[in-house]
């Protein structure tokens, strides 16, 4: 036992400062994955909420909306009204005309009716519906609404849910608080799986150190075994993106980890301290100091080593393209029927064979599962959006390819590095006096990206993208990526922004 938990002690020690060095080395991103987690867990633990629903009755029949209660915003608002009233000519010499209009009615943005309407006489009675509505079952209130001729009928019906919202449990607000300490979280962790490691190394305080590691490592089976099973947060940022693994060889590969701790908290007698306990408390604290300083320097800069599909010297387009002979996605037809209100899924070939409506089933639904996943680029998910968001960019990002070209990355506008703004708008400058084309990329919305154009005076237009492509681009707010053609040239995090000088040098190269 001696041996074996010695051995043990050295493999998992390395194996945890290996880990923690990874992630120290892009503290960013692996806050991502906790934030991605927390955000996750607070979703999965919020309160079933009961539903608001709304019957219109018509003379050609009744249809029923129902909508899940909106914990924060459970007001909602009934309105009829009618579309302009336009005039139809009736022709062949008669000067009178007809006019139509819509008689519409809304449970917040979803339509309820929509009827077409005609008048010829002023004031009269065109359409008679009845509207109910109610929450959690209980009819709430009932009114008559009558469309009139020419008149626009409009009626506003507030609907107020509050009454009935189910109260969260404190584990939402517990992890939803969590959300902005993700990045000190990440930091922690990397130091403490680090300094846990090096004092397994060096036999320190043994058992207090293998209580540690069992705690630590039953939180990240934890985690792995979540991502796994239920396929959410699908990296879970074991080993950042130096090295990817799936959520299942996470999963298993802290099984080992398990495993092997476990053997060592059978042997850790047997584990013997390498230096004298003044001096590595002296040595520990070093590593601490040095391993939190690694961290806070990747955090503030960028990281030492990128591991990042954007990084210097590589080619995008090369990264993002789908040969013309790549294998496409599989999918089978799977016909979903219900016998005994007991669901099950049949491929065509299995109903070929058999006679589903005698058996007895019923059809209930028809969906593509999917038999055998395609050719995936390595880079799959950059696109260079329009506002509209319906038009993408990025091939005319990839044609030019033979001089230099710059992506701006300001993923959430609210939260970009304002103090970085100044010399932003200085390399800006040189960029169009050199005609270097310019690619500002964000996630924010129109209306957020419009503001915050016209509040900081940035003479350029805005492009969209995906959240999560733009942070696996460069781990800044904002972010230069300098290109010459499609090969990726420099980044710069927005603390350490290149002076005007330097960025024309650097683009004259």
């Known amino acids: 036992m001696k041996y074996i938990a010695n051995i043990f002690r050295v493999f998992v020690g390395l194996l945890f400062i290996f880990s923690g060095l990874i992630k120290s080395n892009d503290p960013t991103g692996f806050s991502y994955k906790l934030d991605e987690y927390f955000s996750v867990f607070s979703a999965e633990l919020e309160a079933q909420q009961d539903s608001i629903y709304a019957t219109v009755t018509s003379p050609d029949g009744s249809y029923t909306q129902t909508l899940a209660i909106n914990p924060n915003s459970p007001s909602y608002t009934i309105s009829a009204a009618t579309t302009p009233w336009k005039a139809v000519p009736l022709g062949n010499g008669i000067e009178d005309s007809v006019y139509f209009a819509d008689a519409t009615i809304y449970l917040d943005d979803t339509e309820l009716l929509n009827a077409p309407i005609n008048a010829e006489d002023s004031n009269a009675v065109l359409l008679t519906t009845t509207v109910a509505y109610g929450a959690a079952g209980k009819e709430l209130g009932k009114e008559t609404i009558t469309f009139k001729s020419f008149q626009p009928n409009l009626k ?153 599909k954007f990084k210097e010297g590589n080619n995008i387009k090369e990264l993002a393209v789908v040969p013309e002979d790549a294998s496409t996605d599989v999918y089978d037809n799977i016909f979903i029927y219900a016998k005994d209100s007991v669901e099950e899924e049949f491929t065509l070939e299995q109903m070929s064979s058999r006679d589903l409506k005698a058996d007895g089933y019923e059809f209930v639904d028809r969906k593509d599962k999917l038999i055998s996943k395609g050719y995936e680029p390595e880079i799959h998910d950059f696109k260079i959006m329009d506002e509209s968001r319906n038009n993408d960019y990025a091939d005319d990002f990839f044609a030019n390819d033979s001089t230099h070209k710059i992506l701006i990355v300001m993923n959430e506008l609210q939260n970009a590095n304002l103090e970085a703004i100044a010399e932003l708008k200085t390399i800006l400058k040189a960029c169009k006096k050199e005609g270097i084309e310019i690619y500002p990329l964000t996630a924010s919305n129109v209306e957020t990206t419009e503001a915050f154009r016209h509040e900081h005076q940035l003479d350029i237009p805005f492009y969209y993208g995906d959240k999560t492509n733009l942070k696996s681009i460069i781990r800044s707010n904002p972010g230069l990526v300098l290109f010459e053609g499609n090969v990726v040239k420099e980044n710069w995090p927005s603390t350490r922004l290149p002076s005007e000088k330097r960025f024309l040098k650097k683009v004259a190269k």
């Not at 693994?245 to 042997?267: H, N, R």
């Not at 003044?278 to 939190?292: D, R």
């Open 156 to 308: 506003i019906i507030t609907v107020d849910a509050s009454a009935y919202v189910q109260p969260n449990s404190w584990w939402v607000n517990f992890f939803q608080g969590l959300r902005p300490y993700a990045l000190a979280l990440a930091i922690f962790l990397c130091v403490v799986e680090i300094v846990l490691g090096i004092a397994l190394l060096i036999g320190w305080s043994p058992k207090l150190i293998v209580t540690l590691l069992i705690i630590l490592i039953l939180f990240f089976t934890f985690l792995t075994w979540y991502s796994a099973y239920y396929n959410k947060v699908t990296d879970c940022g074991c080993f950042g993106d130096a090295i990817k693994l799936t959520p299942w060889e996470s999963f298993y590969k802290d099984i080992i980890l398990c495993i092997s701790i476990f053997f060592i908290a059978l042997g850790v007698k047997y584990i013997k301290p390498v230096f004298s306990k003044p001096f590595a408390v002296k040595l520990l604290t070093v590593f601490t100091i040095l391993s939190t300083g690694f961290a806070m320097y990747c955090w503030h800069y960028l990281p030492v080593k990128n591991f990042l």
